[in-house]
């Protein structure tokens, strides 16, 4: 309405206006499709992101469940800042609280039988050192003096330069494994002893 009237008066200084109410108009317009448009596109991220949050969390789920089927848990140690990451299943394997436990190298260290700690720790630096794949098998000691024994495997990635700068490995329970071999041990060395006392 504003415009028409502006046009209706006929006047040079009335054109003009009508013409700038005009652009003024468009302008608006405009923009305001642009921001409609980006408020439509943030909104749909904004759903993708939930979206995708949801499918990850999901992922995330079964892989706990998976890695708790087959007793088998991941770690990452970043060597450049020390902070070692472990997945929900090497907190239980190890029996340790995730919220009382600063993960680090040394605790991770700390946390292996005493008899086993240096050969543990020499066995990982001799493969940082000789760029190969780390692969050993230990015993974890408990406070009500129970053994567990893991088998942990570990590849070590490298800069340009050649230096360490992260480890990604996994850590098994093959406690009932060792058991079960030991107990056949065990059962051999009786069959031979008898057999060589009924000689």
């Known amino acids: 309405p504003l415009v028409a009237r502006f046009g209706m008066e006929g006047s040079t200084l009335s054109l003009a206006m009508a013409v700038m109410v005009a652009l003024f108009l468009i302008f608006i317009a405009v923009n305001a499709s642009h921001v409609g448009r980006s408020l439509l ?3 749909q991220l904004r759903i993708k992101a939930v979206e995708q949050e949801q499918v990850l969390r999901k992922s995330e789920a079964r892989l706990n469940q998976a890695q708790h089927s087959a007793r088998v848990g991941n770690w ?3 060597l450049a800042g020390n902070k070692l990451h472990w997945s929900d299943e090497i907190f ?3 029996e340790i609280d995730q919220n009382k436990f600063e993960a680090s190298y040394e605790a991770f260290l ?6 086993d700690r240096d050969r543990v720790n020499k066995a990982y630096s001799d493969s940082l050192v000789n760029r190969e794949s780390y692969d050993i098998v230990h ?7 129970r053994i567990k024994f893991v088998h ?13 700068i992260r480890s990604l490995g996994t850590v098994q329970d ?7 071999e030991n107990t056949l ?12 006392t009924a000689s």
């Open 41 to 43: 596109e943030n909104f």
């Open 92 to 94: 239980r394997i190890f």
């Open 174 to 180: 093959i406690t009932e494994q060792k058991l079960a």
């Open 76 to 78: 990452e140690l970043d």
């Open 185 to 196: 041990r065990e059962s051999e060395a009786r069959y031979r002893a008898v057999t060589q």
């Open 139 to 145: 015993r974890l000691k408990f406070a009500d003096e």
């Open 152 to 164: 942990e495997r570990c590849e070590t990635h490298f800069d340009a330069a050649g230096k360490p």
């Open 110 to 115: 700390n946390a292996i039988h005493p008899d």
